[in-house]
């Protein structure tokens, strides 16, 4: 096994046990913050497959600005373990069971795709910045910028809802 | 670049769907098993995650930038999904001072 095999088997295996922490822990703020570490781990699992730019966008997005947001919101709302709704046992035990089903079932399905050898040079330096915006201001422009109206529509939609419902009757 | 070259050094494709899969499964139990709904939307970027890991997998597999870019535009959706929808929890809360995911049967009229 080369150095660079043990350290993908550790990094996915710490991504799973991070993940299992967000669903298992049972105070709010510290699934949060387990969820930040599973991004982490996931940024280095796109570092070592040479996805350089998906890893700091995954890195500011994720964890600079949504993971932030999650955070503000719950400490906003002060939800702190005593008022954290609880769910029956049967009810995880089901829920447990019909996820496992689907990953087993996924994993069966998927193991034996026979993986057609590629006969055309693989280029490993897809992933970094210049070759990603040749692609994205090219193929890809007219989705990109679709999805500034996307995000005007968002922001809109976030300030309209938060507000106070007093001064939308006003 | 040594570390563009993960697959040839052992590691196969599968091991990243195997991977991506458990996590995909690990998030569809959190939004089952979870009642408070912040931690429901948590798991659905868990879920859109796992997906990402294995669109970039393999991308890097075939050796083509199409799947990073729908990896961005994920990206893009999953953000303007997360502050709408903690808006509307917000409004939740400010209704019934709880996040109980339970209290969105009230919607059934």
């Known amino acids: 096994m080369s150095g660079i095999e ?24 510290r699934s949060v913050l387990f969820l930040i570490l599973t ?16 890893a700091i966008v995954n890195i500011i997005v994720y964890t600079g600005a949504v993971m932030v947001l ?14 954290e709704p609880r769910s029956s046992m049967k009810m995880k035990v089901a829920a447990t069971v ?25 280029d490993n330096q897809q992933g970094l910045v210049e070759n990603l915006g040749m692609l994205l201001f090219t193929k890809y422009v007219l989705p990109f910028e679709v999805s500034s109206i996307l995000f005007i529509s968002a922001m809109v939609g976030a300030v309209l809802l938060a507000k106070r419902e007093k001064q939308i009757i006003d | 670049m ?18 991506s899969t458990i996590l995909f499964a690990i998030g569809v139990i959190g939004v089952i098993v979870r009642r408070n709904a912040i931690i429901v939307l948590m798991s659905i970027e868990l879920m859109l995650n796992s997906v ?13 930038g199409d799947a990073q870019i729908f990896v961005f535009f994920i990206m893009v959706v999953a953000a303007a999904e997360a502050t709408i929808g903690l808006s509307i929890l917000v409004l939740l809360y400010r209704n019934n001072r709880s996040v109980d995911i339970e209290l969105f049967n009230k919607l059934k009229g």
């Open chain 2, 2 to 19: 040594i570390l563009g070259t993960i697959f040839e050094s052992g590691i196969s494709v599968q091991f990243y769907i195997v991977l």
């Open chain 1, 98 to 122: 019909a996820g496992g089903a689907l990953m087993i079932v996924i994993i069966a399905a998927l193991k034996d795709v026979i993986m057609l050898p590629i006969d055309l040079p693989v």
């Open chain 2, 52 to 64: 990402n890991l294995l669109l970039v997998a393999f991308s890097t597999y075939f050796g083509q």
């Open chain 1, 70 to 83: 999650f955070l503000f919101v719950l400490m906003f709302l002060n939800l702190s373990k005593d008022n």
């Open chain 1, 6 to 29: 043990i350290l993908a088997i550790v990094l996915g295996g710490l991504t799973v046990g991070s993940a299992l922490m967000v669903v298992a822990s049972p105070h709010p703020v």
């Open chain 1, 39 to 54: 991004f982490f781990l996931i940024t280095g699992n796109y570092v070592l497959m040479n996805a350089q730019f998906l």
